[in-house]
Protein backbone atom coordinates (compact mmCIF):
# COMPACT_ATOMS: atom_id res chain seq x y z
CA UNK A 1 0.00 0.00 0.00
CA UNK A 2 1.06 3.48 -0.80
CA UNK A 3 -0.20 7.00 0.88
CA UNK A 4 0.75 9.86 -0.38
CA UNK A 5 0.14 13.19 1.03
CA UNK A 6 0.37 16.75 -0.31
CA UNK A 7 1.70 19.83 0.83
CA UNK A 8 2.20 23.67 -0.56
CA UNK A 9 -0.75 24.88 -1.58
CA UNK A 10 -2.59 27.98 -0.52
CA UNK A 11 -3.83 31.26 -1.90
CA UNK A 12 -1.23 33.42 -4.56
CA UNK A 13 -1.63 36.37 -6.68
CA UNK A 14 -1.66 35.59 -10.79
CA UNK A 15 1.79 35.89 -11.91
CA UNK A 16 2.73 34.36 -8.66
CA UNK A 17 4.77 30.76 -7.73
CA UNK A 18 4.02 27.83 -5.47
CA UNK A 19 5.94 24.42 -4.54
CA UNK A 20 3.61 21.73 -4.32
CA UNK A 21 4.88 18.63 -2.29
CA UNK A 22 4.20 14.95 -2.44
CA UNK A 23 5.68 12.93 0.09
CA UNK A 24 4.73 8.72 -0.36
CA UNK A 25 5.19 5.45 1.78
CA UNK A 26 6.27 2.75 0.82
CA UNK A 27 9.44 1.07 0.03
CA UNK A 28 9.21 1.01 -3.62
CA UNK A 29 8.62 4.79 -4.70
CA UNK A 30 11.21 5.17 -6.65
CA UNK A 31 9.78 2.42 -9.17
CA UNK A 32 6.50 4.68 -9.46
CA UNK A 33 5.56 7.00 -12.29
CA UNK A 34 4.70 9.79 -10.20
CA UNK A 35 1.92 12.61 -11.38
CA UNK A 36 -0.45 15.84 -10.66
CA UNK A 37 -3.87 16.29 -11.25
CA UNK A 38 -5.89 19.18 -10.80
CA UNK A 39 -9.99 19.34 -10.70
CA UNK A 40 -11.52 22.75 -10.71
CA UNK A 41 -15.16 23.52 -9.49
CA UNK A 42 -17.78 21.83 -11.50
CA UNK A 43 -15.26 20.48 -13.75
CA UNK A 44 -13.57 17.28 -14.36
CA UNK A 45 -10.36 16.33 -12.97
CA UNK A 46 -7.46 16.62 -15.43
CA UNK A 47 -3.91 16.01 -15.74
CA UNK A 48 -1.12 18.21 -15.13
CA UNK A 49 2.11 16.59 -15.39
CA UNK A 50 4.18 13.45 -14.67
CA UNK A 51 7.66 12.16 -14.24
CA UNK A 52 8.95 8.79 -15.47
CA UNK A 53 10.40 6.36 -12.26
CA UNK A 54 14.10 7.27 -13.11
CA UNK A 55 13.01 11.23 -13.28
CA UNK A 56 14.37 11.80 -16.59
CA UNK A 57 11.64 12.09 -18.57
CA UNK A 58 8.65 14.77 -17.54
CA UNK A 59 5.28 15.09 -19.44
CA UNK A 60 2.98 18.16 -19.18
CA UNK A 61 -0.36 19.39 -20.33
CA UNK A 62 0.07 21.77 -22.79
CA UNK A 63 -2.31 24.41 -20.05
CA UNK A 64 0.86 24.51 -18.15
CA UNK A 65 4.33 23.73 -20.35
CA UNK A 66 6.66 26.58 -19.45
CA UNK A 67 5.04 27.37 -16.32
CA UNK A 68 5.33 24.25 -14.40
CA UNK A 69 8.03 21.62 -13.30
CA UNK A 70 7.42 18.33 -11.88
CA UNK A 71 10.26 17.14 -10.31
CA UNK A 72 11.26 13.69 -7.83
CA UNK A 73 13.61 12.98 -4.85
CA UNK A 74 13.98 9.36 -4.91
CA UNK A 75 15.70 9.72 -1.77
CA UNK A 76 12.95 11.71 0.18
CA UNK A 77 10.32 9.95 -1.33
CA UNK A 78 8.91 13.32 -2.86
CA UNK A 79 7.46 14.68 -5.86
CA UNK A 80 7.53 18.38 -6.45
CA UNK A 81 5.31 20.30 -8.88
CA UNK A 82 6.82 24.22 -8.92
CA UNK A 83 4.17 26.01 -10.65
CA UNK A 84 5.55 29.58 -11.71
CA UNK A 85 3.81 32.80 -13.97
CA UNK A 86 0.37 31.03 -11.79
CA UNK A 87 -3.37 32.28 -13.49
CA UNK A 88 -6.57 32.88 -12.51
CA UNK A 89 -7.43 29.33 -14.30
CA UNK A 90 -5.11 26.94 -12.38
CA UNK A 91 -6.86 27.31 -9.41
CA UNK A 92 -8.28 24.07 -8.22
CA UNK A 93 -7.50 20.88 -5.71
CA UNK A 94 -4.27 19.39 -6.94
CA UNK A 95 -3.90 15.57 -6.18
CA UNK A 96 -0.61 13.54 -6.29
CA UNK A 97 -1.05 10.04 -7.59
CA UNK A 98 1.44 7.13 -8.17
CA UNK A 99 1.24 4.49 -11.23
CA UNK A 100 2.64 1.26 -11.07
CA UNK A 101 2.86 0.39 -14.30
CA UNK A 102 1.61 2.57 -16.95
CA UNK A 103 0.22 5.80 -16.98
CA UNK A 104 -2.68 4.77 -18.63
CA UNK A 105 -3.83 3.48 -14.93
CA UNK A 106 -3.09 5.50 -11.84
CA UNK A 107 -3.08 3.14 -8.68
CA UNK A 108 -2.76 5.50 -5.59
CA UNK A 109 -4.16 8.97 -5.05
CA UNK A 110 -3.82 11.69 -2.48
CA UNK A 111 -6.44 13.70 -0.39
CA UNK A 112 -5.55 16.77 -2.59
CA UNK A 113 -4.27 20.71 -2.00
CA UNK A 114 -5.87 23.53 -2.29
CA UNK A 115 -4.41 26.48 -4.79
CA UNK A 116 -6.08 29.48 -5.68
CA UNK A 117 -5.01 32.03 -7.89
CA UNK A 118 -5.97 35.67 -7.35
CA UNK A 119 -6.97 37.82 -10.06
Known amino acids: QVQLVESGGGLVQAGGSLRLSCAAS????????MGWFRQAPGKEREFVAA????????YYADSVKGRFTISRDNAKNTVYLQMNSLKPEDTAVYYC????????????WGQGTQVTVSS
Open 97 to 108: AAAIATMREWDY
Open 51 to 58: IKWSGDTT
Open 26 to 33: GRTFSSYY
